[in-house]
């Protein structure tokens, strides 16, 4: 059965860091392209990071490029997002996802709150 467990999130201060951490079981992790997504009420879920399957290659929505971080462990099962220079708009619930033949899978997900 495939799984996608969030970790991590939590409360920060603007300008604080946060490390996301996403577990995978289920499906040949180091074949698949790995992405986080965040939503907030209201909001479509829209994409944050995403990497390859080798790691060797990232993308990242424009309001994080140079604060985020997306890396994977294809030994662990892992994919983490480190995220720094936090601002309050970056409040949103956080998934971990795979595209699998088509189908999207999601994680629980994990809330980041960004305030003072």
């Known amino acids: 059965q495939l799984r996608l467990v969030e970790s991590g999130g939590g409360l920060v201060q603007p300008g604080g860091s946060l490390r996301l951490s996403c577990t995978a079981s289920g499906f040949t992790f180091n074949t698949s392209a790995m992405t986080w997504f965040r939503q907030t009420p209201g909001r479509l879920r829209e994409l944050v990071a995403a990497?390859?399957?080798?790691?060797?290659?990232?993308n990242y929505m424009d309001s994080v490029r140079g604060r985020f971080t997306i890396s994977r462990d294809n030994d662990k099962n892992t994919v983490d997002l480190e995220m720094n220079s936090l601002k309050p708009e970056d409040t949103a619930v956080y998934y971990c996802?795979?595209?699998?033949?088509?189908?999207?899978?999601w994680g629980q997900g994990t809330q980041v709150t960004v305030s003072s």
């Open positions: 990497i390859i399957e080798t790691g060797d290659t990232t």
């Open positions: 996802s795979v595209l699998l033949r088509s189908n999207r899978y």
